[in-house]
Nanobody, 123 residues
Framework: QVQVVESGGGLVQAGGSLRLSCAASGHPSLRVTMAWFRQAPGKEREFVAG???????RYAESVKGRFFISRDRAKSTVDLQMNSLKPEDTAVYLC?????????????????WGQGTQVTVSS
C-alpha cells in the first residue's frame, strides 16, 4: 500500500502561481507512475499531469505550457508547479500513485490517492 499526502493548495488571483507537493511512501514498484488529477464541483475527475520515473511526462492540453510536474526521488515527492492560473483551474487537486503504466490519464491506472488539496483562483 502506498500512502499519498498532498500539500500546497490555497487561494490565488488569476495570473498567479501555486506549487503543490505530493509525498508518497510505500513500495517503489507501486508508485512508478505518479499523477495529478483535479475535480471541480459537479464535474468528473480529470487528468492534469503525470510522469513515469523522473523525465517521462504528460500534460492535459488545458494546462500545457502553464503547469509543470517534477519528481524528487530523494524526497519521494512529486510537485506540480502551476503558473498563469485561471479561474477555471479552481478545483480539488488529487495526487495519485500507481505501478508503471503509459495510461497516465486513466484514473484506473492508480491504486493510491491522496485526500486532495483545494486550489481556488479568483478573477
Amino acid at each position: 500500500q502506498v500512502q499519498v499526502v498532498e500539500s500546497g493548495g490555497g487561494l490565488v488571483q488569476a495570473g498567479g502561481s501555486l506549487r503543490l507537493s505530493c509525498a508518497a511512501s510505500g513500495h517503489p514498484s507501486l508508485r512508478v507512475t505518479m499523477a495529478w488529477f483535479r475535480q471541480a464541483p459537479g464535474k468528473e475527475r480529470e487528468f492534469v499531469a503525470g510522469m513515469i520515473g523522473t523525465d517521462n511526462t504528460r500534460y492535459a492540453e488545458s494546462v500545457k505550457g502553464r503547469f509543470f510536474i517534477s519528481r524528487d526521488r530523494a524526497k519521494s515527492t512529486v510537485d506540480l508547479q502551476m503558473n498563469s492560473l485561471k479561474p477555471e483551474d479552481t478545483a480539488v487537486y488529487l495526487c495519485a500513485a500507481g505501478p508503471k503504466s503509459l495510461r497516465y490519464n486513466n484514473p484506473r491506472t492508480y491504486d493510491s490517492w491522496g485526500q486532495g488539496t483545494q486550489v481556488t483562483v479568483s478573477s
